[in-house]
């Protein structure tokens, strides 16, 4: 730097009320009038700095001997900026990055409320979504990302095999277990064990029919032989199926986390406990009571159809979309709860001296909660006319809160169904007969992105506020 004053810089470089702007190798000169409509961005303040160290602080490098201001940011967003000197609104391209074109703003200083209402909407919208707005192919890359970590845990499990005695022949047996598909004789298996499951619920509800119920000499109902035959059969099937997979599984410690696992030890559980109590009742006549106990075991039966789930691919993701649904489920159930007590006071207070079935609140629950939800029993109707005005405006308030939250639901639901139909096309395009070479083709740059994604959107979002937000944070400090 020469021997020129603070002074003689500022009038050489406002020479013909102009200043020259480098961004990135992007040169243009600015007039001063023009910076000067918006005092707060950070050209603007340019025009006030007093000295060298002020002028560093607001861009990156100066030369005194051509009066240009250095800044070293991207020039291919540097003529919105351009634009909006001289127009006084910002424009958002559609093909531009919003986060890159938020931070750049950001940094020149130009508030968001200077986006035009034509842009407005677009840029805002995808600024609160910042993924895809098509609800497809941001699951099909959500769903390659989450499908790659549970293929890993999935190698991770059948690479354990390798140093345990018959290694590979256990592994065939849990391969065909517990991946359906996976080869023609974990077909053959997924499919005899449906027909077992179906053919126990099926004995089950035949069982309870009079046409089909015996009764002994004393005329107390007795098994049916051929459905007690069934039953036994599906007992020891069923038990087969968990004492084999708990025999070749890769982890015992961890074998009942899993929730399949879990269900197939509730379906046989309550016959083993049937069978246990009826042999005491039978040693003690004293603890005749158990009997009941053993009586509503029996209907526990009815969870054997959840078995099903290990052989659908829906059944599963209905499974996941429910266990990570329980915001929407609570949002929806807290709309129910607000709708059914506000109607049913109102119905209870119209129709109290009227109707019998309304006399009461909690009878009015009953009739909001059947009204809401669309059911309509007709057991309990109101009379008067602001009675039947009231029932349908809850009649159509049920269905607008009954019809929000299950859009969200179901676009899970897609998401999870998508996600584990990859799954299980790359689980059945391995090949474990010499062991584990590799794993399936998976598209890691896809997966990393994502995951690099998530982070800088996170961190963009906790770093990014506003000129006036910074403006207030330093007053208050």
Not at 282 to 290: D, H, K, Y
Not at 306 to 312: C, D, I, Y
Not at 406 to 411: A, K, W
Not at 417 to 440: H, N
Request: net charge negative; charged share 20%; proline share 4%.
């Amino acid at each position: 730097m020469t021997g020129q004053s603070l002074e003689d810089l500022t009038e050489a470089n406002f020479e013909n009320n102009e200043i020259s702007i480098n961004v990135g190798g992007f040169k243009k000169k600015l007039r001063w009038n023009t910076l000067s409509r918006f005092p707060e961005t950070r050209l603007a303040r340019l025009l006030s700095c007093q000295s060298r160290e002020s002028i560093l602080e607001l861009c990156d490098d100066y030369d005194d001997t051509e009066n240009e201001f250095y800044f070293d940011r991207n020039p291919a967003l540097f003529p919105y900026v351009l634009n909006f000197y001289n127009t006084g609104r910002l424009h958002v391209m559609a093909e531009l990055c919003i986060f890159s074109f938020s931070q750049e703003i950001e940094y020149w200083g130009i508030n968001e409320f200077f986006i035009d209402s034509c842009c407005s909407t677009m840029y805002h919208g995808r600024k609160i979504e910042p993924e895809q707005e098509d609800w497809d192919d941001k699951s099909e890359e959500e769903s390659t990302t989450s499908s790659f970590d549970e293929i890993l845990g999935f190698y991770n499990d059948a690479s354990k095999f390798d140093n345990q005695p018959l290694g590979n022949i256990r592994r065939r047996i849990w391969l065909m277990l517990d991946n359906p598909g996976y080869s023609i004789p974990s077909r053959i298996f997924s499919f005899l064990s449906i027909l077992v499951v179906l053919g126990s619920i099926a004995t089950m509800c035949m069982n309870s029919m009079s046409d089909f119920q015996k009764f002994d000499s004393e005329g107390n109902p007795v098994e049916d032989p051929m459905f007690e035959m069934v039953e036994h059969f599906g007992i020891g099937w069923f038990t087969f199926e968990l004492v084999a997979r708990f025999a070749v599984t890769p982890d015992l410690l961890r074998f009942f986390e899993h929730p399949l696992n879990l269900i197939d030890l509730m379906s046989i559980l309550p016959f083993y406990l049937t069978l246990f109590i009826n042999l005491v009742v039978e040693s003690s006549p004293a603890l005749a009571n158990l009997g009941r106990v053993a009586q509503v075991l029996r209907l526990t039966r009815i969870f054997r159809i959840l078995k099903l789930a290990r052989h659908s691919t829906g059944l599963r993701s209905l499974g996941a979309t429910l266990k990570n649904s329980y915001k929407e489920l609570g949002l929806l159930l807290l709309y129910l709860s607000v709708g059914v007590s506000f109607f049913s006071v109102v119905a209870y207070t119209i129709e109290k001296e009227e109707n019998y079935g309304l006399t009461t609140i909690p009878a009015c629950w009953w009739w909001a909660t059947v009204s809401m939800t669309t059911v309509g029993y007709g057991d309990v109707v109101p009379g008067s006319i602001a009675g039947k005005i009231t029932a349908s405006a809850c009649i159509l308030a049920g269905i607008l809160v009954v019809v929000l939250p299950i859009t969200l639901i179901f676009n899970k639901f897609s998401h999870f169904y998508k996600r584990q139909k990859q799954l299980e096309s790359a689980m059945r395009s391995c090949d474990f007969d010499e062991g584990i070479k590799e794993v399936p083709s998976i598209n890691l740059r896809n997966y990393y992105a994502h995951k690099v994604k998530s982070l800088m959107e996170s961190l963009s979002n906790m770093s990014r506020i506003s000129p006036s937000e910074q403006s207030l944070k330093n007053s208050i400090l």
